[in-house]
Each structure stands twice: as C-alpha cells, then as structure tokens.
C-alpha cells in the first residue's frame, strides 16, 4: 500500500522558512515524479513544484520560483520542499504527490490529475 506522509508544517512569521518534507512508501520511489500542491480554504487545490525522476528535473509555479526549492533523497524515499521568503499568501495546506507516468528525461506535471498518490497534507500558517 502506497503511503505519502508529509510534515514540517506550522507557523512562521512573513519572509521567514520551512522545510517540508514527504516520505513515501509501498512504491518504487526513484521512478515517481513527486510534487507539491498547496490549498488555501475556499480555493482550488493549486500546483507549486514538483520534480522528475532526479533533481535536475524540476517545474516551479510562478508564484514560488525563485523562493522554493523543491529536492528528492533517493536513498531515503524522500521529497522536501524548502520555502524561503514565506508570504501570507503562501498559507494553504501542503500536499504531496506521487506520479508514475513520467519517463526519466520528462518534465514532471503541474496538473493535479496526472498524479496517482496523494499524502494527508500538512498545514502551513504564515502571519503577517
């Protein structure tokens, strides 16, 4: 059975950091693209970065590039996401995502229905 347990959620003042992080289990990590998507209450559930088979593959919304790196440990069936310069409007709960119908040399999805996994999600609270 496939598990994707985010955690490093919670609160953080405006411009400050966290680092996410999704261990995954019950799948052949190395060959899943992984993303995160982040969802705010009463909006859609929106995509924020996800990378291919290796950290030389990744997709940044535009809303983050430049303040988020997303990065996967192999060896430790692993995805983080570090967010540097956290705004109020990066509040959202954080989701992470497994697809496995990415070949090594794609670029990995922003779209939510091409990943077959999802975790519980971990809250991300930024005041202002």
């Known amino acids: 059975q496939v598990q994707l347990v985010e955690s490093g959620g919670g609160l953080v003042q405006a411009g400050g950091s966290l680092r996410l992080s999704c261990a995954a289990s019950?799948?052949?990590?190395?060959?899943?693209?992984m993303g995160w998507f982040r969802q705010a209450p009463g909006k859609e559930r929106e995509f924020v970065a996800a990378?291919?088979?290796?950290?030389?593959?990744?997709y940044y919304a535009d809303s983050v590039k430049g303040r988020f790196t997303i990065a996967r440990d192999n060896a430790k069936n692993t995805v983080y996401l570090q967010m540097n310069s956290l705004k109020p409007e990066d509040m959202a709960v954080y989701y992470c995502?497994?697809?496995?119908?990415?070949?090594?040399?794609?670029?990995?999805?922003?779209?939510?229905?091409?990943?077959?996994?999802w975790g519980q999600g971990t809250q991300v609270t930024v005041s202002s």
């Open positions: 995502a497994a697809d496995g119908g990415l070949s090594w040399w794609q670029v990995p999805s922003g779209h939510l229905g091409d990943y077959d996994y």
């Open positions: 019950g799948l052949t990590f190395k060959n899943y693209a």
């Open positions: 990378v291919g088979w290796s950290d030389g593959n990744t």
